[in-house]
């Protein structure tokens, strides 16, 4: 099945796409929004369904205690507006950390700190869609603790 991956964000917006029977994961693309994430709606929802997917996560930006701010708030807005123009299944996915673990990924590839911004964005969608993936493919197989 074709996967999407959504980093929400105040001046980008990371894309990832996917393939759950292989449980892998890429870039995409990074669409610039420049203050309000809900100006791409019609744009994510175009490329979604350019590329045939059916299944979207987006990534959830709890506190790190787990609880729920603004972000997160503003996240499910946006999630429920999106299910609005889309026909597959949108979920949530915790994104905690994700944007650390994309820079250090790209430290660890040897590119520069200066040159993270213009795919930084797209590597959190990528971790986003993969631990999407992975606990939706845990549920379908029962497996305990996902």
């Known amino acids: 099945m074709k996967c999407m991956g959504v980093d929400l964000g105040h001046k980008r917006i ?5 393939e759950s029977e292989a449980c892998m994961a890429w870039p995409l693309k990074t669409v610039r929004v420049e203050g309000d994430p809900f100006f791409a709606l019609d744009e994510i929802a175009r490329i979604a369904k350019e ?3 059916q299944f979207v996560a987006v990534g959830l930006p709890l ?4 609880s729920t701010g603004p972000s997160a708030k503003s996240a499910l807005r946006w999630k429920k ?9 949108v979920v949530m996915s915790d994104e905690r950390l994700t944007t650390t673990g994309a820079h250090r990924e790209l430290e660890s590839l040897g590119m520069r700190a200066k040159n993270h911004m213009r ?3 797209q590597l959190s969608a990528v971790m986003i869609l ?3 993936m992975e606990k939706e493919e845990g549920r379908k197989s029962g497996e305990p603790g996902k």
Request: aromatic share 4%.
């Open 119 to 121: 795919v930084v964005d």
């Open 130 to 132: 993969q631990s999407a």
């Open 63 to 66: 506190n790190m205690d787990g």
């Open 51 to 53: 590329n045939g997917v």
């Open 14 to 18: 990371g894309l990832a796409l996917g």
């Open 81 to 89: 507006a999106f299910e609005k123009r889309v026909s597959c299944k």
